[in-house]
């Protein structure tokens, strides 16, 4: 399977009260068109990333709303969600649709607008995403659910809390060289040991902000990209897609790894490429332990392993693989809905070298990224491979 | 294209205060499952498709908690939505998912649990579906922007309120015949005439109830059912989705002709069919003046004369062809996500010969449904065909 991308769009990611849900989908969705060379009228599918809009901005059928103001009627349009894991579930959705041969070019968009609302309430619509009805009236809430996960990393593994204040560090050196980040600023380990305690073991720099953004692509059939050669020659080579446990509370790490490790499998037979091949990574962290986690899933580390790459280099800009260059989720923010299709067009400059300097890694020709969604209810991969 | 249903399932339409928007997901999933009799592990991928959930019944991520529930966990699993074409967009996605030759089985559900709130709110609720910050904010709910369609169709075509009135009549005849549907009694045109007025000039027996139910198909890939040649032969030959405009007062009539027209045309090609050889059509009507619109985009009558089959028979049981034998959304209800999956299911089951006694075509071979979603956002087209 080898799907073309022709176009690639995004918006910085920041708190943006002067902008609606619709300015960030058109922007970002505009950007790609434009990258992509094509008018409207030449898209025939349009997949739509939102995880919130009803409860951030009091709209629903985002995806219908989207098409209109993209100008891409009467392509067919829809919205879908899985919660941190949906803008990853659009994209697959646009790859599977070129896959299948009856569409040649297919947009893909990924948005949320979280700052309509004050962060006590939007971390109630956060909520939703997991078990409303039992988890969340219980008091337990994404920052205190993926809390007892990283006590469990420690405790299993002795991870200290230096120890993975490390993965924020590099986080933030990167981030703050990312002119689309939200977060941009360098931070030792001493000043993450410091931040507040949101919940514990976790900390502030080690938890991500909320984030107003939008990003999109635009995907096509091999010969069209490869019949026009003065285009950076990207390709989808693989996605695959998991579902994991619904309960916070059973999420144990076996499942926590399961997650990414058995979709990556899949992918990376997929490709024809194994976990050494891989240049760079963008692995979901909307908190710090999930970097480390999604280290060993993808096979980069072994289990309890997957901190040391932010200690000792090897998962920086030079080492044996490059992870969240962009600054990752920490830095770039999470605006829900666009969390996967942000991760990437992000791997998509790299491979085409149009990423920030400083952030560029060398030579970068395989990416892979991986992105979560729930508790531990979604496990998202997908591969790119540049040619030439 | 050709894509197997392997198995379908289905709940009551009705209020349903002791279930759960997970209950009825369950119901008619495991109903379909076990029809297809596949186990759980069998399912590759979910398409759950839910309109309101956040409004509704205060959670998200209705696919995710489906995977949980159904017990087809790995799968990847997500929610879509597209306003009331929600149903038939995670259909479509099914669809595609087998015909690009990456899975062999999937599942599709439909559900929506509409009662948790009173029904001025869940109209509030669906109002988000079209646009929330311009339109429904000058008051234009639904019922009200629908009624300025059927105004400028009367308007238009010389169609009085007692020639539309014919149309109920007819959906009830059958609905009073669907133990599955909301509302089971026969009506008058007279009696249409004299219920109440809900937003002229559409009256109480021309606007769909608010529902509770939920539908489910099991898919696979054609080799698989003819393989089992026991098993009904039932095969989706066709799958068109178009989008539309996204604001009611500019959902003109061409539009809403368009609507239809255009994707049906489109499915009747890769079908090989014309809307001559259909014998049974599922077309939205979640209120009256939308099933001559449809019968009109289908092409079975000229623009203006879609109400004509109702009232000299040539759309019921025995006509041309049988429109909404299930008793259409006017008696069936509109639980929203799950409408196009139900039309699904009750045109499977006119395929299958299983429909309940009093509805059920002889001989139908060939079947249509047609999903509407906003005020004129969505349409979209499936054709299912009985082989042997």
């Known amino acids: 399977m080898r799907v073309g991308v022709l176009g690639i769009g995004k918006t910085p990611h920041k708190i943006q009260h002067n902008k609606s849900l619709r300015d960030l989908i058109v922007e970002a969705g505009r950007t790609a068109i434009s990258d992509a060379g094509v008018s409207p009228s030449d898209i025939q599918m349009l997949y739509v990333g939102n995880v919130g809009s009803v409860g951030f901005n009091y709209e629903n059928s985002t995806g219908l709303m989207a098409a209109h103001h993209l100008g891409v009627v009467p392509a067919g349009a829809v919205r879908v969600e899985a919660a941190c894991g949906t803008g990853a579930w659009a994209l697959h959705l646009g790859v599977v649709a070129i896959a299948s041969g009856l569409y040649d070019t297919v947009m893909v968009v990924g948005a949320e607008k979280m700052n309509d609302l004050a962060t006590v309430e939007g971390t109630s619509v956060i909520a939703q995403a997991a078990d409303s009805k039992e988890e969340y009236f219980s008091g337990l809430t994404f920052p205190s659910g993926v809390a007892l996960t990283a006590r469990k990393y420690m405790q299993t593994y002795g991870l200290t809390e230096e120890d993975l204040a490390h993965t924020s560090v590099k986080n933030h050196h990167y981030g703050a060289r990312n002119p689309y980040a939200h ?157 996967g299709s942000s991760q990437a067009v992000d791997i998509i400059e790299q491979l085409r070298g149009t990423a920030p300097e400083g952030i560029q890694r060398k030579d970068a020709a395989i990416g892979i990224s991986a992105c979560r969604g729930g508790p531990g209810a979604v496990g998202a991969i997908h591969i790119y491979q540049r040619e030439g």
């Open 183 to 339: 977060l941009r600023f360098e931070c030792t380990v001493e000043e993450v040991m410091r931040s507040a305690k949101v919940a514990d073991p976790l900390k502030l720099y080690e938890v991500c902000p909320m984030t107003d953004a939008g990003s999109a692509l635009v995907l096509c059939r091999e010969e069209i990209l490869k019949d026009q050669p003065d285009k950076p020659q990207v390709y989808i080579t693989a996605t695959a897609m998991a579902s994991g446990t619904w309960y916070a509370v059973s999420d144990g790490l076996e499942d926590a790894h399961k997650l990414f490790a058995e979709p990556a499998a899949k992918a990376y037979a997929m490709a024809g490429v194994s976990a050494g091949d891989i240049d760079v990574a963008e692995i979901y962290n909307s908190f710090a332990i999930q970097e480390p986690l999604g280290i060993e899933g993808l096979g980069f580390a072994e289990q309890g392993k997957g901190w040391e790459g932010a200690a000792d280099g090897s998962t920086w800009i030079d080492g044996k693989v490059a992870v969240n260059l962009s600054g990752g989720l920490l830095c770039k923010g999470h605006p829900l809905g666009a969390t």
